[in-house]
């Protein structure tokens, strides 16, 4: 009876583990919603271990045309391993109330294939959950539109870039570089 008793403590205690090891941290450990659709993504399921570039963004914004660069670089290091998340946010002023005319700016006018989310806070005590989290791990609130966040594929290193940062900034590519091969060295371990 007591090998039975250690046994079953010892498996209860493995598969504990094992649920605690499949979990996210609080970037990730939340869904949203799809821009335009009522379907929520869980974050954690569908993006754990890939390196994220989070942007708050704008339909009607100086910076919009960014979205043309943003999908270019989700194009061209999707297959290694980045996403790009857009959360549109009329925090400052710049985004439309219909969701229909948000995603005809991000899909028809700019052809963005990364995923984007419904319109939603990303400052203060309402901002959203993934925001708050960026916020809290690197002490930077976005100061306006299309902020970027870097995250590591292990949720460990977030790295904020402002707005006048474009998704082509030598440095900003860089540093992206460097967390792709780290997630890549860290997958091959």
Known sequence: MKNWILTAAVAVSFVASSALANQCGDILGHSM??????????????????TLLIVNTASKCGFTPQFDALEALYQKYKTAGLVVLGFPSD??????????????????TYGVQFPMFASSKVRGDEANPVFKALINKTGKSPSW???????????KSVKHFGSRTKPDNKKFITQLEEMLAEAKANTEQ
């Open 33 to 50: 919603q799809q821009l335009k659709t009522r379907e929520s993504i869980d974050l954690c399921q569908e993006y754990k271990g890939k």
């Open 145 to 155: 539109n299309f902020n970027k966040y870097l995250v590591s594929a292990d949720e």
């Open 91 to 108: 925090s400052f002023k710049q985004e439309y109330d219909d969701a229909e005319k948000t995603a005809e700016v991000c899909y028809l």
